[in-house]
C-alpha cells in the first residue's frame, strides 16, 4: 500500500473522526479528531478505531507474508502512532462522555475493552504522541501504547491525570490491571487516589510517559514518527504483539489477570472500586 494512503473514518461519514495515514512506508497513523478534546464514543472507538487498527494488521500481515515469500528481509518492518487532531495542541483526549457511557450497560464489555485488547495484543510496535490533555481513558489509551512521547508543556499546559477519585466513579477492572502493570506502586498511589495531575516533567519522572518534546503537536508527532522509524524492524519476526503481552509490556501475572478480564468479562461486574 503506498505511503500516500489517507482514510477518513467512519466510511462515508459527513463528519469522520479519525484519519488513517500512512506518511512513510513502515509508519502507519490514526489522529484522533472528534470535537474538540476526542472524546472516545461508541462511534469513535466502533466505527473508526477498531476498523482502522484491522486495516493496519491486515495489510501488514499481508505485506508481510508477501514480501518473506520474496525473501525481502525488511518484510514487516512496521509500527504505529496514535496522535490527537493535529491543528491543536490542548488535548490527545479527555477520555468518556461520561452520560453517553452511563447510558450504556455494555460499553465497556463491547466496545471499550475490545479496543484496549486489540491494542494490547497489537503485533507491530505502538507510540503514542500525546499532543496535550490526556484524562481519564485518555491516559489510559496512551498507557496501553508500547511508547509515549508527550509535549514539555512550554506552549500550553498539558496535564495526565486519571480524575475519577474526584467524580465518584469506580475504575473499571481492565484500568486497574493496565495501569498496575505500567506504573509503580507509589505512582498507581499518586494515580488513582490522588487523582493527580502529572505534567509533562512529572510524567516522564514517573515512568508514565517515556520522553517529552518541545514543539508543540509537531514536535510530538516529529519525535513519535522516529521512535516508530526505530522501532519497525522488530516487527519483522512477527512475535512483537505475543512477547510484549507475555514478558515486556506487562508482567505475566499481570498479563493473565488483564486477558482474562477482558475476554471474559461479561461474566464479571463491569466495574470495580480500585
Not at 473508526?48 to 500481515?61: C, D, G, N, S, T
Amino acid at each position: 500500500m503506498s505511503s500516500t494512503f489517507m482514510l477518513r473514518l467512519p466510511v462515508g461519514s459527513e463528519t469522520p473522526l479519525l484519519t488513517l495515514s500512512r506518511p512513510t512506508a513502515t509508519v502507519w497513523q490514526i489522529e484522533l479528531h472528534n470535537g474538540v478534546d476526542n472524546r472516545l464514543v461508541k462511534t469513535l472507538v466502533n466505527d473508526a478505531f477498531k476498523p482502522a487498527l484491522q486495516i493496519v494488521e491486515r495489510e501488514w500481515r499481508k505485506e508481510r507474508a508477501e514480501g518473506k515469500a520474496g525473501k525481502d528481509e525488511n518484510a514487516g518492518a512496521a509500527a504505529l502512532v496514535i496522535v490527537g487532531r493535529l491543528d491543536q495542541e490542548k488535548f490527545f483526549s479527555n477520555g468518556f462522555d461520561l452520560p453517553s457511557v452511563i447510558a450504556d450497560p455494555s460499553w465497556l464489555q463491547a466496545t471499550f475493552d475490545p479496543l484496549l485488547l486489540q491494542l494490547l495484543t497489537f503485533p507491530i510496535p505502538t507510540v503514542a504522541a500525546i499532543n496535550g490533555h490526556s484524562f481519564a481513558a485518555g491516559a489510559i489509551l496512551a498507557l496501553v501504547c508500547d511508547f509515549r512521547v508527550m509535549t514539555d508543556g512550554a506552549k500550553r499546559n498539558a496535564w495526565m491525570c486519571m480524575n475519577e477519585v474526584d467524580l465518584g466513579a469506580a475504575w473499571p477492572v481492565s484500568f486497574g490491571a493496565i495501569t498496575r502493570a505500567k506504573v509503580s506502586v507509589s505512582v498507581l498511589r499518586r494515580f488513582a487516589f490522588d487523582g493527580h495531575r502529572f505534567t509533562p516533567p512529572e510524567a516522564r519522572d514517573a515512568g508514565l510517559v517515556d520522553e517529552i518534546v518541545s514543539g508543540g503537536t509537531q514536535g510530538v508527532l516529529k519525535r513519535a514518527r522516529e521512535i516508530a522509524e526505530d522501532k519497525a524492524p522488530k516487527a519483522r519476526g512477527g512475535g512483537w504483539g505475543v512477547i510484549k503481552v507475555c514478558t515486556s509490556a506487562l508482567p505475566v501475572g499481570e498479563c493473565a489477570r488483564m486477558l482474562t478480564f477482558l475476554m471474559l468479562y461479561t461474566h464479571r461486574k463491569s466495574c470495580i472500586a480500585l
